[in-house]
Nanobody, 117 residues
Framework: QVQVVESGGGLVQPGGSLNLFCAAS????????TGWYRQAPGKQREMVAE???????NYADSVRDRFTISADNAKKTTYLQMNNLKPEDTAVYYC???????????WGQGTQVTVSS
């Protein structure tokens, strides 16, 4: 059974930084994509940053140059470094893993990020 667990959210002041951590356990195959999504109250879930199965990082325009995604495939872990956070970054952040072998998504339970003074 595959489990995806996020950690690292919290409350931070505008301009501050947070690091999110995601770990997947169970069999997801050797080829997979991973990414971070977020959902603010009253809004749809949106992609924040992802790493494709070819290892290419992609970012939403709103976070490019502020957020950095990285992954350790051997450990099945994904990180999101968030700098210069803004109040509009406030949301529940979800880690996603897409398995190329099983051709399905796995989601974590989400971690709250609140940017407020």
């Amino acid at each position: 059974q595959v489990q995806v667990v996020e950690s690292g959210g919290g409350l931070v002041q505008p301009g501050g930084s947070l690091n999110l951590f995601c770990a997947a356990s169970g069999s997801i195959g050797t080829t997979y994509a991973t990414g971070w999504y977020r959902q603010a109250p009253g809004k749809q879930r949106e992609m924040v940053a992802e790493i494709t199965t070819r290892g290419t990082p992609n970012y939403a325009d709103s976070v490019r140059d502020r957020f950095t995604i990285s992954a350790d495939n051997a450990k099945k872990t994904t990180y999101l470094q968030m700098n210069n956070l803004k109040p509009e970054d406030t949301a529940v952040y979800y880690c996603n893993v897409w398995s190329a072998f099983f051709r399905r998504d796995y989601w974590g339970q989400g971690t709250q990020v609140t940017v407020s003074s």
